[in-house]
């Protein structure tokens, strides 16, 4: 790609509008809710600005920290989660023939073309204590049952007498089954992009070698492919962190995370201050994430170069 240097005029001309627009629609409220932060609320409505540090002072109150803690142990456990499901899937679709690949992956990226509202929402059929997830699962209970019945074992029963609907909303485990849903697809892509490039010689050549399948996957495979299963960890784990919507209908008001209480602070809180000081907080958390994985790949590439 030719330098900006050799035509300066054509770079600001595609330079500038895009400038002004990120200025403009993200800098500038980015700077406003930066000056809130050190302020102090007067009243319903206005905010006087006194530079004070109060509102960071009051990220350390135990409550936040434990409400971050359960945010970053959510988002990393349902990262997890996402990482092993998305492995193979990613494989399936990298070694599958070229006239599938386009139709696997548009089932990955299938869910986009739907609201996440309507998504969530779709959730909350499927995991009530009426929904549809709680129905197979009497369905099971009652197989399980009938099969005790038939070998002669009807006085044991696999849940008791009485099936119980296990409870999803309101719980972690419900809020941990939207954030895997929805923000699945974003680890399947990057994994696959980085099994797509890789060189499949290396793989032949382990297992002439004689090592295991087992061996060759953990050493070669998983290596080669470290590059798109750490953008994949990142591009989840930062949105599950500042996730609002999955924690406000799944949790039910019992598994808050620290994007519903910012949420609160301006809205029914009415302090807009300390709101903007928990929002900050999350954006300083996004930049070190991101800046810790800029400075992996980077070394991962001198690696490379220095190999090769």
């Known amino acids: ?94 070694t599958a023939k070229a006239k599938w690949k386009p139709w696997l992956l548009l089932v990955i990226i299938l869910p986009f073309w739907t609201n996440l509202l309507i998504r969530t929402y779709a959730l909350l059929n499927i995991l009530g204590t009426r929904g549809r997830l709680n129905d197979l699962l009497h369905w099971l209970w009652s197989a399980g049952d009938r099969a005790l019945s038939m070998i002669g074992l009807g006085d044991y029963h696999l849940l008791g007498e009485r099936f119980v ?32 490039r890789l060189d499949r010689s290396y793989l032949e050549a382990s297992l002439d070698l004689g090592a295991s399948q087992w061996r060759t996957f953990r050493q070669i495979l998983l290596p080669l ?56 907080f999350l954006l300083y958390i996004t930049f070190i994430l991101l800046a810790l994985q800029s400075f992996h790949a980077m070394r991962q590439r001198k690696r490379e170069e220095a190999r090769g």
Not at 251 to 265: F, P, T, Y
Request: with cysteine; charged share 15%; aromatic share 16%.
């Open 165 to 196: 609907p296990v409870k999803f909303l309101g719980e972690p485990a419900g809020v941990m089954i939207g954030l895997v849903y929805v923000y699945l697809p974003f680890a399947v892509l990057p994994i696959y992009a980085s099994l797509e």
């Open 225 to 280: 492919s470290s590059g798109g299963i750490n953008t994949a960890m990142v591009i989840t784990f930062i949105p599950m962190l500042g996730s609002f919507l999955i924690p406000d209908l799944l949790g039910r008001g019992q598994v808050d995370m620290i994007a519903n209480v910012i949420e609160r602070q301006f809205k029914s809180g009415n302090d807009w201050p300390f709101g903007s000081a928990l929002s900050l």
């Open 1 to 94: 790609m030719e330098s900006y240097r050799r035509n300066f005029r054509a770079f600001l001309a595609f330079f500038t509008p895009s400038f002004a627009w990120l200025g403009l629609f993200f800098f500038v409220p980015l700077g406003i809710i930066w000056l809130y932060s050190f302020g102090e609320t007067e009243g319903l409505t206005k905010i006087r600005l006194t530079w004070t540090l109060e509102n960071y002072k009051r990220l350390l109150e135990p409550e936040i920290i434990s409400l971050f803690w359960r945010s970053v142990w959510l988002s990393v456990i349902s990262t997890a989660i996402c990482i092993v499901i998305s492995y193979p899937i990613a494989m399936v679709i990298a």
